[in-house]
């Protein structure tokens, strides 16, 4: 039982920073896996990071590795990534999401979702 809002996105130019904060309502809330994935128009949601329940483990897709990092606080029931050096292709709505267990990289194995965050990166 686990709800989730999204916040932070807005417009930035290229080669900026921005970070994302998902804010989880929930009593157990170390016990989920969470991910952030992002649709671009016209395009099928796709992975960007995953981060366990604890922490120690963390995922990337290819095209953020080394630009975005992915972070919880769980004291404060809170997922963040740090988007750095942003490019026009990082243009999307962003969500984040939880599942129990382990951070799989498919959004078909997420269960709870967020409404998303529209991030728009000019050239």
């Known amino acids: 039982q686990v709800q989730l809002v999204e916040s932070g996105g807005r417009l930035v130019q290229a080669g900026e920073s921005l970070r994302l904060s998902c804010a989880a309502s929930?009593?157990?809330?170390?016990?989920?896996?969470m991910g952030w994935f992002r649709q671009a128009p016209g395009k099928e949601r796709e992975f960007v990071a995953s981060?366990?329940?604890?922490?120690?483990?963390?995922f990337y897709a290819d095209s953020v590795k080394g630009r975005f990092t992915i972070s919880r606080d769980n004291a404060k029931n809170t997922v963040y990534v740090q988007m750095n050096s942003l490019k026009p292709e990082d243009t999307a709505v962003y969500y984040c999401?939880?599942?129990?267990?382990?951070?799989?990289?498919?959004?078909?194995?997420?269960?709870?979702w967020g409404q998303g965050t529209q991030v728009t990166v000019s050239s």
């Open positions: 999401a939880a599942r129990s267990g382990f951070a799989y990289t498919s959004p078909r194995e997420y269960l709870y």
């Open positions: 929930g009593r157990t809330f170390s016990s989920y896996a």
């Open positions: 981060i366990s329940g604890t922490g120690s483990s963390t």
